[in-house]
């Protein structure tokens, strides 16, 4: 096994995701270095997840190294019935590092026991994805100068949304106050507020979104989706509840910023695009910076 | 040791399970492989307990089980005594004790998890949430509380 992997944000300590920072501001100054110029990077997509695929590979691309890979399962050999296990003994002959995407939750961990190289987890099944959190750190350092004592809005679907769970763990370095805000069917698990109660970060939940985040630094969204509801009269209420207008921003305050791990559907009204306090796009393109950051940590470039 | 305890055969050397809650007793069996194992076994089951109610009982003659062996019975029989016998003595009563990790014994939950989908080993990691004893799948990172976790 290579312990450099990037499996899980908590595979990070305090002081590594500080350091994963640092590195992605560097290459946000300058993004086309050539470092991992002789490198080839394979994309292993087990599920098609195209805004991140194209994320990595251009992280990859801009620092002068190839990729080689498959978006779609369909078009791999597991589709022949070959186990995770050979397929990543089998790329590891031809690629420096996998930046592996897998439907299953467990594979990024399962893959990086096996592998005898770097396995960075693009996402596996409602597991986690670190890059993803990495980006969201990355996003509220660039925007309020600091990770620490912020106090951050988690709206929408926290019972699924790992993105939401992982930002958790990782802000709990951070002396962050949360406020949960979600319908009921969607409430955060239990095990997330034991950690928080563990780890003496104090939270608040309440159902409401309307007034409830003007005490906010960070307003973070996450899309209701559908097939989460048994009742989907109860879904088309909560969806139009729980959708964010400019006109709700009004009494925030000045550093307050959006964010989103997108797509988004109807859970930000477009016409919060134009307000300065949107950073959902500018999210998305920090993405490709702290993935630069994470490949080159993961081959020991920096 | 009275005549009237001795329901099944006394033991010169090995290893005696007792008080296994019957319905655990093949499940036992199961983990410790005993269906290939060549040593004498002796099973009994549904033997009247004063504190199980119904138990059931293992010998294995000749063959001294090891502490991690011995311990992987302790999610579904933590009651069991383990009793290492030589020359019709008991030398060791073992107390058992949940291991940090447990491995393969256990099925995952979560059906989206890699270790329903492909030949991998289960790994548990034995977690004591305010005295709740939960089980951490290795892989998919899901918790199942030790009463609700599913024996292979």
Known sequence: MSNNSLVSISDYSKEEILAILDSAASFEANPNRKTLEGKVIATLFFEPSTRTRLSFETAVIRQGGSVIGFSDAATSSSSKGETLNDTIHMVSCYADAIVMRHPLEGAARYAAEVSPVPIVNAGDGANQHPSQTLLDLYSIMKTQGTLENQTICLVGDLKYGRTVHSLIMAMSHFHPTFKFIAPDELKMPDEYKVFCHKNNIPFTEVSELTDNFNDADILYMTRVQKERFQDLMEYEQVKNVYTLKNAMLENTKPNLRILHPLPRVTEIDPDVDVNEKAYYFRQAQNGLYVRQAIISKVLNLC | ?152
Do not use: W
């Not at chain 2, 019709?88 to 995952?108: D, G, S």
């Open chain 2, 1 to 152: 040791m009275s005549t009237k305890e001795l329901k099944v055969a006394a033991l010169r050397n090995g290893t005696v399970i007792d008080h296994i809650p019957a319905d655990k007793l093949y499940k036992v069996v199961s983990i410790l492989h005993l269906d290939t194992c060549e040593h004498q076994i002796t099973i009994g089951n549904n033997l009247d307990s004063a504190k199980v109610g119904k138990k059931g009982i293992i010998k294995i003659s000749d063959r001294a089980f090891k502490e991690d062996e011995t311990n992987k019975i302790a999610l579904i029989a933590p009651n069991a005594k383990i009793n290492i016998i030589r020359d019709f003595a008991v030398v060791e009563k073992r107390p058992l004790c949940l291991p940090e990790e447990i491995r393969e014994i256990v099925q995952c939950a979560n059906p989206n998890c890699i270790t329903n989908h492909q030949p991998v080993t289960t790994r548990f990691h034995v977690l004591n949430n305010d005295g709740e004893i939960m089980l951490k799948c290795h892989y998919c990172e899901r918790e199942v509380r030790r009463d609700e976790a599913k024996i292979k």
